[in-house]
Each structure stands twice: as structure tokens, then as C-alpha cells.
């Protein structure tokens, strides 16, 4: 079975550029989710979908955050103006209908905002 | 507002040497602790924890959960250089807009020397 994948693996901007990561799930995963790990702390939900649909989004910045997920498989997340803060590795998990709380995640993107 | 502490953040041992790593949380409607190993960039699924006290076991690494003292605990055993990684912990949420959401501890970081 094929793991989650990820693309870029690496990006490097410079602040109020803008930039979108995209990640493909596991086949089949009905439930997406984004997270934001900065260096030297766990994973920070951003955003959960469930098929195409946001179930959470309480921890986006949306004024400059986006993210979607076109019919219920593939995601991208923005961010536009990127803020030197941003800079950390984003990682997306995908996990089963049934299997919820399991999630299992990609290899990340490493964002550095310069 | 959610809150998981792992202790310690940091621990280096010798091969051979048997470690504890300690999570506490405090989250709103509590479904179940869920343990990963990080090593280089996406986490990976070690256990998920839902009764107290049954310990849950994968060759030398075994966790226990207490839903009282609302704490868990991750053993490794006859470590190896290939323990060498960031446990994280993550309680999940059960039900409503919140429903499988994990909210990480900031890990521990395990060194394991030859």
C-alpha cells in the first residue's frame, strides 16, 4: 500500500512571497489533515477534512492560509503572504473512515522563509 | 485550553539501557492516547491507548494508559541506536467538530549511544 506523499520536500522563499504544498493521501483515506510542526515542538492541527468537506479549521490562519481538497482526494495548502514564522516542516496524514484516530502521515515539507 | 507535557524533553542512554517516557494531558472529551515515533520527518504509529490500564505491547516497547491520573507512560527496553527518534504523545477527541483530532505533546527526544 502506498504511504501518503508529499511534494515539495523542500522549499525556500523569502517573506510575503507565497507558496502551496500539495499532498496525496493514502487510497481510499477519507479523512485529510494538515499539521505545522515548528523545530523543537510536536504537530499543530491546521486543518481536517473528511472527503472534501473542513471538519476543523479552528487553528488556520485564514487570512493567510488556505487550504482545499478537490473531490475528496488530493490537497493543497497556501499560505500567501508567507511571514518568517512560517518556516517549518508541514505535514500532512490521512487515516480511514473507520480508523479515525489512527493517521498516517507523509514525509513533510520543509518550508524556510528568509 | 488542551494541554499535553511529556517529560523528560531529552534523555541520552547507553544500547542496552531501559527508558521511561511520560505524557500527561489535559483535553476536553477524551477518546484515546495515540504514541509515534519520529525519526528524521513523519511521525510513525506505535500504539493507540483507550482502556486504563492495559498495557499494550510491541516487542521491547509496551505503554499503559491510567484515564484517572490522566497520564501515560511509553517503556523501551534493551534500547538500541535505532531507538534513537522523538516520541511523541497525542490524545484524540472524541465526538463533534473536534471528532479524531490529536493534540501532540512536544516530545521526547531519545538518544540512544553504542
Known amino acids: 500500500e502506498a504511504g501518503v506523499a508529499q511534494s515539495p520536500r523542500y522549499k525556500i522563499i523569502e517573506k510575503r512571497q507565497s507558496v502551496a504544498f500539495w499532498c496525496n493521501p493514502i487510497s481510499g483515506h477519507a479523512t485529510l489533515y494538515w499539521y505545522q510542526q515548528i523545530l523543537g515542538q510536536g504537530p499543530k492541527l491546521l486543518i481536517q477534512f473528511q472527503n472534501n468537506g473542513v471538519v476543523d479549521d479552528s487553528q488556520l490562519p485564514k487570512d493567510r492560509f488556505s487550504a482545499e481538497r478537490l473531490k475528496g482526494v488530493d490537497s493543497t495548502l497556501k499560505i500567501q503572504p508567507a511571514k518568517l514564522e512560517d518556516s517549518a516542516v508541514y505535514l500532512c496524514?490521512?487515516?480511514?473512515?473507520?480508523?479515525?484516530?489512527?493517521?498516517?502521515f507523509g514525509p513533510g515539507t520543509r518550508l524556510t522563509v528568509t | 485550553e488542551d494541554k499535553v507535557v511529556q517529560s523528560p524533553l531529552s534523555l541520552v542512554v547507553h544500547e542496552g539501557d531501559t527508558v521511561t517516557l511520560n505524557c500527561s494531558y489535559e483535553?476536553?472529551?477524551?477518546?484515546?492516547l495515540l504514541w509515534y515515533k519520529q525519526e528524521k520527518k513523519a511521525p510513525t504509529f506505535l500504539f493507540m491507548l483507550?482502556?486504563?490500564?492495559i498495557e499494550k505491547k510491541s516487542g521491547r516497547l509496551s505503554s499503559i494508559l491510567d484515564k484517572k491520573e490522566l497520564f501515560s507512560i511509553l517503556n523501551i527496553t534493551a534500547t538500541q541506536t535505532g531507538d534513537s527518534a522523538i516520541y511523541l504523545c497525542?490524545?484524540?477527541?472524541?465526538?463533534?467538530?473536534?471528532?479524531?483530532?490529536?493534540?501532540f505533546g512536544q516530545g521526547t527526544i531519545l538518544t540512544v549511544h553504542p
Open positions: 496524514a490521512s487515516s480511514s473512515q473507520g480508523n479515525t484516530y489512527e493517521q498516517y
Open positions: 483507550t482502556s486504563s490500564g
Open positions: 497525542a490524545p484524540s477527541h472524541a465526538g463533534g467538530t473536534s471528532y479524531g483530532k490529536l493534540t
Open positions: 483535553v476536553t472529551n477524551f477518546r484515546s
